[in-house]
């Protein structure tokens, strides 16, 4: 059974920095590309960073570029997300996804086949 478990979620002040890690199990996710989604109550899951198999390609959305960095680590079968100079409009449950096969960039939430249960990252102003 495939699993992405997130951690890392918690309180933290605008301004400040937090690291958010995905732990996939049940599978090796070599070959695939991952990425990091957000959503706030009522609102639709939001694409936020991905990354392709090898780490050698990233794309961000527009609010989070140049403050937050995706990379994965292959051999511990891992996915990071860190996110510097938080804003309150952060807040948000931020999930891990992966792709099953090969893949580009995806930004879409349906172009994604595994999903983690999230982890809350609040940013207080």
């Known amino acids: 059974q495939v699993r992405l478990v997130e951690s890392g979620g918690r309180l933290v002040q605008a301004g400040g920095s937090l690291r958010l890690s995905c732990a996939a199990s049940?599978?090796?996710?070599?070959?695939?590309?991952m990425g990091w989604f957000r959503q706030t109550p009522g609102k639709e899951r939001e694409f936020v960073a991905s990354?392709?198999?090898?780490?050698?390609?990233?794309n961000y959305a527009d609010s989070v570029k140049g403050r937050f960095t995706i990379s994965r680590d292959n051999a511990k079968n891992t996915l990071d997300l860190q996110m510097n100079s938080l804003k309150p409009e952060d807040t948000a449950v931020y999930y891990c996804?992966?792709?099953?096969?090969?893949?580009?960039?995806?930004?879409?939430?349906?172009?994604?086949?595994?999903w983690g249960q999230g982890t809350q990252v609040t940013v207080s102003s």
């Open positions: 990354i392709n198999w090898n780490g050698g390609s990233t």
């Open positions: 049940g599978r090796t996710f070599n070959s695939n590309t």
């Open positions: 996804a992966a792709v099953r096969r090969y893949g580009d960039l995806y930004t879409r939430v349906e172009q994604y086949d595994y």
